[in-house]
């Protein structure tokens, strides 16, 4: 292995400015402290012949593991989702940041990158519906499941604007195209995002729910604590849903 490169030079490469700032391009715990693990990390990995496909095959592992880890009961369960819903994030930096720095950008791994945020926070649901259902079947692995299908449904609302601006010959929609041309819609989607209520139907938010809820779960020996959070991600997910559509169709992301 040759000499690791110098990080000026590597953030220079693989943390343009342009992906951090963008606020649909970047998690907010990316800019807050994952960036700074990441490049460490991607600087001993671009000095192997681990390539960012493998990375990127690595982070969807994770993903999906941290959902199998809520159906072990107790805090262990909880601590362990976490953990890997954070190994996820970090592999979702790395896997970019190597392949800038090698240049082996590919659609593969593209592909295979947005099907891992699919399946990550979809396990991660209906892990917490099987957790609520106590290692059973029920309304509450229903709810689970119902609550993956949800999320399922707001990413592919968002990837679904690339697909169809890509059928029409336009650009990649900026950010400036996500603003609602209604003042009302623009309001309340003003007002949502002052609360981020709707980070929770992220993996990595409602990981960290589910893990409050589990210390609740010790302390009051029942789980009722994990119900009332997996209800309360199933209901702001649902309400996601529709509103989420709505702003995409009265902003100008598909003009």
């Known amino acids: 292995m040759g000499a690791a490169p110098v990080l000026e030079e590597l953030r220079e490469v693989c943390q343009p400015q342009a992906k951090l700032a963008s606020r649909n391009g970047e998690h907010w715990a990316g800019r807050l402290y994952m960036r700074r693990i990441s490049l460490r990390t991607t600087r001993q990995l671009v000095r192997t012949p681990v390539t960012p496909d493998q990375l990127t095959w690595t982070m969807v592992v994770c993903g999906v593991a941290a959902g199998a880890a809520l159906m072990i009961p107790g805090l262990t369960g909880a601590v362990l989702a976490v953990v890997l819903m954070q190994l996820f994030l970090l592999f979702d930096c790395v896997d970019g940041e190597v392949a800038r720095w090698k240049g082996q950008n590919s659609a593969a791994g593209i592909y295979v990158d947005r099907l891992g945020a699919y399946l990550a926070d979809a396990a991660l649901m209906a892990g917490a519906g099987y957790r609520a259902a106590e290692s059973g079947v029920g309304g509450w692995l229903?709810?689970?499941?119902?609550?993956?299908?949800?999320?399922?449904?707001?990413?592919?609302?968002?990837?679904?604007?690339?697909?169809?601006?890509?059928?029409?010959?336009?650009?990649?929609?900026?950010?400036?195209?996500?603003?609602?041309?209604?003042?009302?819609?623009?309001?309340?989607?003003?007002?949502?995002?002052?609360?981020?209520?709707?980070?929770?139907?992220?993996?990595?938010?409602?990981?960290?729910?589910?893990?409050v809820a589990a210390v609740a779960d010790t302390v009051t020996g029942g789980i009722e604590p994990t119900r009332w959070a997996l209800g309360a991600l199933a209901v702001i997910t649902w309400v996601m849903v529709p509103a989420h559509l709505l702003s995409i169709l009265s902003s100008s992301r598909l003009r």
């Open 142 to 211: 229903s709810v689970g499941i119902a609550t993956a299908l949800g999320v399922i449904l707001l990413k592919a609302s968002t990837d679904l604007v690339d697909v169809a601006r890509a059928r029409r010959g336009l650009a990649v929609a900026d950010d400036e195209s996500t603003r609602p041309r209604s003042q009302g819609v623009a309001t309340v989607r003003r007002i949502a995002a002052a609360f981020k209520i709707h980070r929770v139907t992220n993996g990595i938010e409602a990981s960290l729910v589910l893990l």
